[in-house]
């Protein structure tokens, strides 16, 4: 691999540092690059917590700062006084069901903020003789739409056709970032990720609901027939991805990050009723608790990801087997109090 584009990142901002992926992404770099700095920007809103980076590898290369990605003057003011030579932009709105009820957070997050940073950027780095230099922009499998049954997955090269105004926003980000590699020069790198599943995910998300009600005892719903079908990836996995595309990754490319892990919804929730009742037994299976509810406006059916860019240039793949890594986070959450 002696022929990849290769960067070291010495500080970075990683926006949304303090949520599910974001946090996972610090401990893992901190743990694995012990020059790098990282300075974390998160607005603390419902699905980022400061607990998230408790026990933190050498923590004195870490400074937490909480604000706005939206702050013109606080993004920039952090990019001069570090000295940031590259981003890893996590921070946005992510869940479907809020993107319903009230789009207008997701424009302002997902593609006001992502600009904001763009222009910091630019502001910044403005020649590529001061070193190397990146901004990754972490994005979804949602921009390019549903999937039918029998369709192959998702390419880089598939269109954009997003269906909610959570995957418009983010569209509309990815194609801003693409934009600042063509016209300014900037070195940039997206990677479009599947569900992503772990410790540290907000309870609102599906894989946590289900072991809320499960230990709850109330029913756990399921939107519509429940056979919508996503392909789920570790969260482990996702941040050593994106680290790889950090690190070797081609400016100006995409990579999708896949599991090619599919499963309906409904299985899913069944197999961790399965997992609840070793290790959360109550009277009765747990799987009789799942009650189907009225399906979500424009409920993309299928989501599936070719990630064969990604390994057979950058040689990353999957290493978390799904049973196991499903085990382990049923088991995780069953140590948290519920919220």
């Known amino acids: 691999m002696s022929d ?19 946090a996972t992404f610090v401990h893992h770099l901190l743990a694995r690059d012990p020059q790098v700095r990282i300075v974390t920007l998160d607005l603390l809103t419902y699905a980022g917590s400061l607990g998230h980076l408790d026990g933190l590898p050498d923590p004195a290369r870490h400074r937490f700062v909480q604000g706005d990605i939206c702050d013109a003057g606080l993004v920039d003011r952090l990019f001069r006084e570090h000295g940031c030579d590259g981003v890893v932009h996590f921070a946005a709105e992510s869940h479907v069901d809020r993107s319903i009820s009230g789009p207008a957070d997701f424009i302002r997050t997902n593609y006001v903020g992502t600009w904001t940073l763009l222009e910091a950027a630019r502001n910044h780095w403005t020649d590529p003789a001061r070193g190397p230099w990146r901004f990754h922009h972490v994005s979804t499998d949602e921009v390019y739409g549903t999937l039918g049954p029998d369709d192959p997955p998702f390419r880089e090269t598939t269109p954009y056709r997003p269906n909610s105004p959570y995957s418009a926003s983010k569209a509309g980000s990815d194609h801003m970032v693409r934009a600042y590699f063509h016209t300014y020069g900037l070195p940039v ?26 230990r709850a005892g109330t029913p756990i719903p399921v939107y519509g027939r429940g056979d919508n079908i996503r392909d789920w990836l570790h969260v482990e996995d996702h941040c050593a991805a994106i680290h790889r595309v950090l690190t070797h990754g081609q400016p100006g490319r995409c990579y999708n990050v896949g599991g090619d892990n599919e499963w309906s919804n409904l299985d899913l929730v069944h197999a961790l009723c399965g997992i609840l009742d070793r290790l959360h037994p109550r009277q009765g299976p747990h799987r009789t608790l799942v009650t189907l509810v009225t399906d979500r406006p424009g409920h993309d059916w299928r989501y599936a990801l070719d990630a064969g860019r990604i390994r057979n240039e950058l040689n990353w793949h999957p290493r978390i087997p799904f049973a196991a890594g499903l085990e382990a986070t049923v088991a995780w959450y069953l140590d948290r109090p519920l919220p």
């Not at 997206?190 to 499960?214: A, D, F, M």
């Open 189 to 214: 790198t997206l990677t479009n990720c599947s569900n992503n599943y772990g410790p540290r995910q907000n309870w609102e998300k599906l894989i946590p609901t289900v072991i809320r009600h499960g």
């Open 4 to 22: 990849l584009q290769t960067y070291r990142p010495r500080t970075l901002l990683v926006t949304g540092g303090a949520g599910f992926i974001g």
